[in-house]
């Protein structure tokens, strides 16, 4: 688990401010990178998928995903802070559900991936809602001035970024591999890395334009 632990450390060092960077400065750089992203994350779900039916609903899926987050990217007039946001959200609650998970263990959460615990569960929940919350002390980092609107958000998206990872999680052992990719150490591919962020974007996607517009 150490070493586990520390790779995925030292790749998060690298990737999460490298992400940061591509966001704020948006324009070509960030379709750039959503690009780049984009190509890789396809290549790897052909990898995983291309012999099985499900193949091109995981295509045009992706489509959408990718293009929510390029939408997401020019809300409030390019302004990255709501892309932040659920960004940090889905950070947030996979850094909580593997750290409550590998520690605490416990009862499994579903046969469909069988390394996912209940206590990793509540363990993403619990970080990623009192984190937002703690941040938001020192920087204005909600979407809304309603704590109640705020927690129902953050347990929505997290709830949606963990079943994204499930359901990888779960296609993964249909093909019978471990990760989709090796792409980033500690992580497995690209798709291992976002997993849970390409089904939480179109849903933010879907909140903004119905409640936030």
Not at 57 to 69: A, M, Q, V
Not at 182 to 193: C, E, K, M, Q, Y
């Amino acid at each position: 688990m150490k070493n586990e632990l520390l790779k995925r450390i030292i790749s998060s060092i690298i990737l999460i401010p490298l992400a940061f960077f591509f966001i704020i400065k948006g324009n070509l750089y960030f379709t750039f990178f959503l690009l780049i992203c984009f190509s890789i994350s396809m290549y790897e779900w052909y990898k995983i998928s291309k012999n099985q039916k499900y193949f091109i609903f995981g295509i045009l899926f992706l489509f959408f995903s990718f293009f929510s987050i390029f939408q997401i990217r020019t809300f409030e007039d390019n302004d990255p802070t709501y892309l932040f946001i659920v960004l940090v959200i889905c950070i947030l609650t996979d850094i909580g559900g593997y750290l409550f998970g590998k520690i605490l263990k416990g009862p499994k959460l579903t046969k469909l991936s069988p390394n996912k615990t209940f206590s990793g569960m509540f363990g993403g929940y619990f970080f990623s809602i009192f984190s937002l919350i703690f941040i938001n002390n020192y920087i204005n980092f909600l979407i809304s001035d309603s704590i109640v609107f705020n927690i129902i958000f953050i347990f929505i998206i997290s709830s949606i970024s963990q079943i994204g990872d499930v359901l990888i999680s779960y296609f993964k052992r249909l093909s019978n591999i471990k990760d989709t990719g090796n792409i980033i150490p500690g992580h497995g591919g690209i798709l291992d890395r976002i997993d849970g962020m390409i089904f939480a974007f179109p849903m933010s996607y879907l909140i903004y334009l119905l409640f936030l517009k």
